[in-house]
Nanobody, 123 residues
Framework: QVHLVESGGGLVQPGGSLRLSCVAS????????VGWFRQAPGKEREGVSSISVSHGSTYYADSVKGRFTISRDNAKNTVYLQMNSLKPEDTAVYYC????????????????WGQGTQVTVSS
């Protein structure tokens, strides 16, 4: 059975850092595109970052470019999202998603999803 589990969220002050983890079970994550999305209250789910399968090429939304870094650890079947210089507007539930063929920003087209982890940036 395929599962994605996110962890690492929490409460952090503006300017702080968090590292989110997305651990896969039931499949080999490095065979899949992996994306991070977020959804704030009253807003649509938006793509934050993604990483490709073979070449490890990455994508970042303009709002997080230069502050967030996505990476893989294939040995641990895990993808990370390092988030630095966090801002209050980064507050949201963060989800990881995986798909063998799609890596775009339309969340409905991603096949597998985790349950989400809350990130709150507040003083």
């Amino acid at each position: 059975q395929v599962h994605l589990v996110e962890s690492g969220g929490g409460l952090v002050q503006p300017g702080g850092s968090l590292r989110l983890s997305c651990v896969a079970s039931g499949f080999t994550l490095n065979d899949y595109f992996v994306g991070w999305f977020r959804q704030a209250p009253g807003k649509e789910r938006e793509g934050v970052s993604s990483i490709s399968v073979s070449h490890g090429s990455t994508y970042y939304a303009d709002s997080v470019k230069g502050r967030f870094t996505i990476s893989r650890d294939n040995a641990k079947n895990t993808v990370y999202l390092q988030m630095n210089s966090l801002k209050p507007e980064d507050t949201a539930v963060y989800y990881c998603a995986a798909d063998q063929y799609y890596s775009g920003r339309h969340s409905a087209l991603w096949n597998y999803w985790g349950q989400g982890t809350q990130v709150t940036v507040s003083s």
